[in-house]
């Protein structure tokens, strides 16, 4: 394979990439990513607009921003370690918005 050049499958995976964050960016629910330490890697524009932080650097926010304190705790301690053992957690929790008014979620 010459430099420069991609192979299909290459392609073919950038383009799969492309339309899921086309859905995501494109959804009215809340979708978001952190790495555990709890800093935001990303969090769609519905996300942000839900919790009034649409003005704000994606990169300067962290988990403790877009949720209760409880909420936070209750990640730390509780889902972030069942989501490392089990892939996945569903349960109810709260957002906060940038005004101090909570939004309840499941």
Partial sequence: QRRGLERPFDLGVRRELQQ?????????DFVAMASFE????????????MCGR????????????FQPRADVDK??????PYVLQHG??????????RDGSYIPVS
Avoid: R
């Avoid at 709890?38 to 607009?49: K, R």
């Avoid at 649409?54 to 921003?65: E, R, Y």
């Avoid at 990640?75 to 972030?80: A, D, K, S």
């Avoid at 996945?88 to 918005?97: D, I, K, P, Y």
């Fill in 88 to 97: 996945v957690w569903l349960g109810e929790m709260q957002f906060s918005h």
């Fill in 20 to 28: 899921l964050k086309t859905v995501i960016d494109s959804t009215s």
């Fill in 75 to 80: 990640l730390t301690t509780e889902v972030f």
């Fill in 54 to 65: 649409q003005d704000q650097d994606l990169h300067a926010l962290s988990v403790a921003d």
């Fill in 38 to 49: 709890g800093q935001i890697t990303f969090v769609n524009p519905a996300g942000l607009a």
